[in-house]
């Protein structure tokens, strides 16, 4: 069974660290959806986060990180990323870096590029005070379906196939983060999402 928790309860950031360190697999609210987060470095979890969403394998899967200093730690920053990353990192953006800790293939699909975010949810600030390691951040939806915002419809997509879910209600409406790919001169904007493709255009 899929265990529930309110994401207000005091307790709740360390009940999702503690399956996270277990090797479990979690569903959490972040600043644009629903995420379903697994430690990144664990190949196994994040196999499984694929089982859950029915997710082509080949296809890499983002992660968030805590802060700046993690993200240094994982992926290689240029000087445009240190740029974007200045300007709208903590926030929608995902940055898309060489790897500089090696991942499960899974996680970059043999590419070894990294998609990394750094999340302003509060429940996520919380979460990474308790855990040391980056976390899968793929959008809870199951793989080819549209996206999700409401605790309900997340239920109901994986319930049993989850080991814990954070209730944070529904969330804000989002088109997601904006995904830019800085391991190529120029950078190419892969996905728009909530930062528009004309503000990252201006600061190249």
Do not use: C, W
Not at 138 to 156: E, H, L, P, T
Not at 177 to 192: F, G, K, N
């Amino acid at each position: 069974m899929t265990e529930i928790i309110k994401e207000e309860k005091p307790k709740s950031p360390q009940k999702a660290a503690s399956v996270l360190n277990g090797g479990g697999v979690i569903i959490y609210p972040t600043d644009t959806l629903y995420g379903i987060g697994a430690d990144a470095f664990d190949e196994q979890s994040v196999r499984n986060v694929f089982i859950s969403k029915g997710r082509p394998v080949g296809n890499p899967i983002p992660i968030l990180v805590k802060n700046e200093a993690m993200l240094r730690e994982v992926g290689e920053v240029s000087e445009v990323a240190s740029i974007l990353i200045d300007k709208f990192l903590p926030g929608p953006l995902t940055v898309v870096l060489n790897e500089k800790e090696k991942f499960p293939p899974l996680v970059t699909a043999g590419t070894r590029k990294v998609a990394i975010r750094i999340s302003s949810h509060p429940f996520v600030v919380r979460l990474f005070n308790l855990i040391s390691r980056p976390i899968t951040s793929s959008s809870a939806n199951i793989s080819g379906q549209d996206n999700i915002f409401d605790f309900n419809s997340v239920y109901k997509a994986f319930d049993t196939k989850v080991d814990l879910i954070i209730d944070s209600g529904t969330l804000d409406k989002s088109k997601g983060s904006t995904v830019v790919d800085l391991t190529v001169s120029p950078p190419i904007i892969v996905r728009e999402g909530d930062i528009s493709r004309k503000l990252i255009e201006e600061i190249f």
